[in-house]
């Protein structure tokens, strides 16, 4: 354990500050590793963050001070542990499983580790955990570290004002839980974002394409990208360089965008009335719908006085995404998925399972585990198997959707607009709109409810391989707007 004269308030330490006493000789990255090991061990049995931890950190951690020592710094987050989502491959000599949250790929071996995750130990040489889902029979269900009340059941589009999100909720949960300063997850239809704004952190999705998700496992190859989730807007642009492919690196790197002001932005904003989750997407508490909707148009107000640029727009309704009548945009990830699992269960060695109707059979035969009450369907992979839309089908609806999110959608408000970003409440469907397009989405926090606690914040929308306008967003907001940690020790 750390002396006192030599510790840190994990709750509130960015990767920047970690940094900055690395490079003093304050602490080393064997004492961050320890603290973060320390917090997982006194926190996770409520939490339940984490899935599964490097065995070896320790030892990388020591590598890592050696070469500090010797004068060789590989970067920012050299020596800073970070947190992955347990959907990204790791290499097998790390001790641990990537199982996506299924008991069923416990074991498994994948011919290789992520090229994320080679790059992550390039500049990290460790990475502290592996993240579970929301809910995942793996790791069970995932606790917000701000609310004083339980998640006990699912919701869908993670609705309840107790829900801590998608399913990169462990790598937000554990960031905000002091496990480490920064995480990486995956994003199809806002499993970064909405994790990232509930647990009062900055969190970006990158461009579709401009990440390479060799080693992933994949919901929708297509669809699928990276995001990362930060305590401040500077470590988000760091991990940016990691994530990012180089061809797609802006000039002097994304750290060049946190200019800290709003100045030379034009921004568009959202009425919160309009686009909330509806009611039927989730249960909704009254009191909060009103302090959501209240706190939203206040921080527009401020924005207003402190001199940004904004106006009222609209934008296209998420719901021609999904229509009742005809096929929409989860028919096409069900399409994706039936190939693209298939492909990467086809490459494992030593796994239980070799194909997806496997794993609803090993589901089935391990209900009590895979499908407990509360969570007893497995209709995403049902349904997937049943899938049989045609070649011809899949290419119109893929380009329909495309139009509606790019010309009709985003790209139509900002045009019309003359605007560079359009800003709404992130406690909304805005993620299938930036998924629908292949769009970067950025959320940062705003504000905690009143009866519970659990944080809430913005959500910014641009086009496409512009998050280097989100990156200015986020470090304007961050100077007005201060998040703050959660009581991890109040009685829950």
């Given at each position: 354990m750390l002396s006192s004269h030599r510790s840190f308030d994990p709750l509130t330490a960015t990767a920047a500050d970690l940094q900055e006493m690395l490079s003093k000789r304050m602490l080393t990255s064997v004492d961050f590793?320890?603290?973060?090991?320390?917090?997982?061990?006194k926190y996770d049995v409520y939490l339940k963050a984490i899935i599964s931890r490097a065995p070896k950190a320790i030892k990388v951690a020591k590598k890592l001070d050696i070469e500090r020592k010797h004068g060789?710094?590989?970067?920012?987050?050299?020596?800073?542990?970070?947190?992955?989502?347990?959907?990204?491959?790791?290499?097998?000599?790390?001790?641990?499983?990537?199982?996506?949250?299924?008991?069923?790929?416990?074991?498994?071996?994948?011919?290789?580790?992520?090229?994320l995750f080679t790059r992550c130990s390039q500049f990290n040489a460790f990475r502290g955990s592996d993240l579970p889902p929301g809910w995942s029979a793996a790791g069970g269900q995932t606790q917000?570290?701000?609310?004083?009340?339980?998640?006990?059941?699912?919701?869908?589009?993670?609705g309840t004002a107790y829900n801590p999100g998608?399913?990169?909720?462990?790598?937000?949960?554990?960031?905000?839980a002091g496990y480490a300063a920064t995480a990486i997850g995956t994003d199809t239809t806002g499993s970064v974002n909405i994790p990232s704004t509930r647990a009062a952190l900055y969190g970006i999705r990158v461009t579709t394409g401009t990440s390479d998700m060799a080693g992933i496992i994949p919901f929708s190859a297509r669809f699928d990208t990276l995001g990362v989730m930060a305590k401040s807007p500077l470590d988000v642009a760091n991990l940016l360089e990691v994530i990012v492919d180089n061809a797609f690196l802006p000039p002097g790197g994304h750290r060049n965008s946190l200019s800290g002001t709003w100045k030379g932005l034009r921004i568009g904003v959202l009425s919160p009335n309009k686009w909330f989750?509806?009611?039927s997407f989730s249960r909704p508490n009254p009191g909060a719908r009103a302090q959501l909707d209240?706190?939203?148009?206040?921080?527009?107000?401020?924005?207003?006085?402190?001199?940004?640029?904004?106006?009222?727009?609209?934008?296209?309704?998420?719901?021609?995404?999904?229509?009742?009548?005809?096929?929409?945009?989860?028919?096409?990830?069900?399409?994706?998925?039936?190939?693209?699992?298939?492909?990467?269960?086809?490459?494992l060695t030593d796994s239980k399972v070799q194909t997806l109707a496997d794993i609803v059979k090993f589901n089935e035969h391990h209900a009590s585990l895979e499908l407990p009450p509360g969570y007893e369907n497995q209709d995403l992979s049902t349904v997937t198997l049943k899938n049989n839309m045609s070649a011809d089908t899949?290419?119109?609806?893929?380009?329909?959707?495309?139009e509606v999110g790019r010309e009709l959608g985003i790209d139509?408000?900002?045009?019309?607009?003359?605007?560079?970003?359009?800003?709404?409440?992130?406690?909304?469907?805005?993620?299938?709109?930036?998924?629908?397009?292949?769009?970067?989405?950025?959320t940062f926090p705003l504000s905690y409810l009143d009866f519970n606690g659990r944080p809430f914040g913005l959500f910014a929308l641009t086009s496409k391989r512009m998050e280097a306008t989100l990156l200015q967003v986020m470090s304007a907001w961050e100077k007005d707007f201060p998040r703050h940690p959660p009581n991890l020790d109040v009685e829950r």
């Open positions: 590793v320890e603290r973060s090991f320390a917090q997982m061990d060789h710094v590989r970067g920012p987050l050299h020596g800073i542990p970070i947190l992955v989502k347990d959907n990204i491959v790791t290499d097998a000599r790390w001790g641990m499983d990537t199982t996506a949250g299924s008991c069923a790929l416990k074991g498994s071996r994948p011919p290789d580790s992520a090229t917000s570290a701000y609310t004083c009340g339980n998640v006990e059941r699912p919701t869908l589009v993670s998608g399913s990169s909720t462990g790598s937000a949960v554990g960031v905000s989750i509806p009611a209240r706190e939203t148009l206040a921080a527009y107000y401020k924005l207003h006085r402190l001199g940004a640029n904004i106006q009222d727009v609209d934008l296209i309704s998420w719901e021609q995404l999904v229509p009742s009548d005809n096929y929409g945009l989860f028919d096409l990830f069900a399409a994706d998925f039936r190939t693209d699992i298939q492909t990467y269960l086809a490459n899949y290419r119109m609806l893929l380009a329909k959707m495309r139509k408000t900002l045009h019309d607009n003359s605007i560079d970003v359009i800003i709404g409440p992130a406690d909304s469907a805005f993620s299938l709109l930036a998924c629908a397009a292949g769009y970067p989405s950025a």
